[in-house]
Nanobody, 128 residues
Framework: QVQLVESGGGLVQAGGSLKLSCTSNSRTFGRDFMAWFRQRPGEERAFVAAIHRTTSRTDYADSVKGRFSISRDNTKKIVYLNMNNLKPEDTAVYYC?????????????????????WGQGTQVTVSA
């Protein structure tokens, strides 16, 4: 059973920055594809960013391109989400997700059903 634990959420003013972390206990972390999703109240969970196991491939939602950056440390089994120039519409619960059923050539998944493990989420609130 893979456990994912997010941290780093909080309250920040618009234009500010936050760095989220997700720690995994997966024995296959070095082969797992990792992603961040977010969910606003009353809305479905939405894709934010994903990173391939080799770190050379990443993907971002259009709404965060140029502001957010995903990275990973395979030695520490941590995936990060650096969020800059935050906007009130970035307010949401942010979830870390792992796709452990991967092959090297597989595409990065951008929908929740592409991931088999999830963290509990961390709240990010951006005030105007």
């Amino acid at each position: 059973q893979v456990q994912l634990v997010e941290s780093g959420g909080g309250l920040v003013q618009a234009g500010g920055s936050l760095k989220l972390s997700c720690t995994s206990n997966s024995r296959t972390f070095g082969r797992d594809f990792m992603a961040w999703f977010r969910q606003r109240p009353g809305e479905e969970r939405a894709f934010v960013a994903a990173i391939h196991r080799t770190t050379s491939r990443t993907d971002y939602a259009d709404s965060v391109k140029g502001r957010f950056s995903i990275s990973r440390d395979n030695t520490k089994k941590i995936v990060y989400l650096n969020m800059n120039n935050l906007k009130p519409e970035d307010t949401a619960v942010y979830y870390c997700a792992a796709d452990t059923n991967t092959i090297l050539s597989a595409p990065l998944q951008t929908t929740p059903d592409g991931y088999d493990y999830w963290g509990q989420g961390t709240q990010v609130t951006v005030s105007a």
